[in-house]
């Protein structure tokens, strides 16, 4: 994740040129969302509705970029710690224009960073049934109650980009593995109790 | 030799020849031998201790090893078959009978096998086929403080990481979850826990 750099606040006055506010808006909202290796292609995108070079709508993606995720890296909420991010001869309408504009997606913003933040393989969903095993090679008459659990598993959504894979996983337990397992999550629970009463 | 309950295949040839052996024993020696007998069937993965206390008991009692290990071949026919077919104590002494061991020494054996087949059925059940067969699960649990992202974090993550039997390999599967799937997960386990109660 970059910081601001001096050069991005020049970059950002290109806006001015920008047909409307809706524009700037849509425009700041692809440049939080968009990986740093994606922000080139969005920058020839930009360029024909913004009538400049390919160069300064590059720089102009970038600082759109770097800034929507500086905001969101610190976790700035208030009008005013937005604002004292500008330097001072920073046009004043377009300044008030994105502090807006990224108040409003703030918080959009931050649920997009956590759910895409590393991590292990998620669970995403789960079933399980109970079956009775009456008869195997090693015994002819029985009636076992056993239980088959599926877990859709992901793996880490940054590494998959757009196209999660999710496996699913077949496992099987007898009444005493459930039962000791309960008791591990019940542990869990009685821990994460006295986390949060703390 | 009429029908057998044990097994429905013939019985080989050598069996009643083994059982006639057997029958010279003498009451002390044949209680010996089915201890040992027994404490093999209920630790199967003992055979290292299993074939020294048969030596020991072909030292013991001036037998030869190898017939010995015949006897006891054919001793273990029953015992094996009994507990596919879920046999009584009764249906055992019958057999033992029928294949021409003594009823003095059949019935001592039945006794036995009627002391022992709690703990032999709940053996055969667990050798049962199960697939992905969970073994163990480790957890962790904590608070993300920050990411490259987002600064601050504070919330709570739970890993789990669950050991699987594949086949006779052990594998390890990671998973992560969010506090609301692991509430969701927990009462799902117990609803199943319900259920496996209710069929016991």
Redesign the interface.
Known sequence: MAALRDGDFVALQILLKAPSKDAVRQLCQECFSSPPAALGPLAQRACPGLAVSAEEAEQLVSALHNLTRHVVYRGLTRAEDILCLFPENFHQNLKNLLTKIILENISAWRNEAQASQISLPRLVDMDWRVDIKTSSDSIVRMAVPTCLLQLKIQEDAALCGNNPVVSALTVELSKETLDTMLEGLGRIRDQLSAVANK | MGLLNFTRDPVPEAVSGDMHNLNQLSAQQFSALTEVLFRFLTEPKEVERFLTQLSDFATMNKISLGPLKNIVKSILLVPNGA????LSSEQVRADFIALGLSEEKASYFAEQWKVNSPTL?RL??G?????????D?E?K?GV?AG???????G?????LK?V?KKGSRLEN?????T?P???S??H???R??T???S??
């Open positions: 507990l596919k077919r879920n059925t055969a059940v050798q049962t086929l199960m697939i992905n067969q969970l073994i699960m957890w649990f993300t990411s490259s992202e987002l600064e601050k974090v919330s709570i993550f739970l890993q669950l699987i599967v990671y998973v992560e979850l506090l799937q692991f509430y997960f927990l799902e386990m117990e199943v826990k259920s496996l109660e069929f016991s």
